[in-house]
């Protein structure tokens, strides 16, 4: 009998960001707390959202609603790599970068829980940007979903391609 397996990946899906970011900006335009304060969020190329206001807890406040939008869509915080407000002239911008995808060292933990923690007949291989889990037991399979779900990791997993 073949192998089971499933690939775990860490994909954006971006058509929910931009609605999360078009309802931020519907609310930010229609909120009295943002009038008059030059408060703005909108794309900045294809991975950076931009965020722009006249004082830095105006641009924290803005993010807070986009934070609020994403989860209310589905999509976990992880995506989201947020820096410090610059003051650029006389406003304050903030650069919030979207992380896509597994990078090696993430891979590489990934992987060490999988074999420390996991049933013993699982194997973890890296793809590139992903991880592909096989075994013999769909159970184990299973078992491996779950333990990966209630670690805390830094990046937002996705499972796809069970089979």
């Known amino acids: 009998m073949a192998d089971s397996s499933f690939d775990i990946v860490s994909k954006i899906d971006r058509q929910e960001v931009d609605n999360a970011l078009n309802q931020t900006v519907k609310e930010v335009g229609h909120r009295f707390d943002f ?3 030059g408060a703005s969020i909108s794309w900045s190329g294809q991975k950076d959202i931009e965020v722009k206001a006249n004082s830095e807890e105006r641009a924290g406040a803005v993010l807070d ?6 989860i209310k869509r589905g999509l976990s915080l992880k995506i989201l790599d947020a820096g410090e407000p610059k003051l650029s002239g006389k406003e304050y911008r903030l650069v919030v970068a979207l992380k896509e995808g597994i990078d090696q060292d993430s891979a590489k933990k990934i992987s060490k829980i999988i074999r420390d923690e996991g049933p013993r007949g699982v194997k973890a291989q890296i793809q590139g940007e992903e991880l592909r889990v096989s075994s013999k037991k769909k159970d184990e399979l299973q078992d491996v979903i779950s333990l990966l779900k209630g670690k ?3 990046i937002a997993l ?3 391609n069970y089979r």
Request: hydrophobic share 35%; proline share 0%; charged share 40%.
């Open 35 to 37: 009038k008059g304060t």
């Open 65 to 70: 609603v986009f934070k609020e939008k994403l």
């Open 152 to 154: 805390d990791l830094d």
């Open 158 to 160: 996705q499972f796809t």
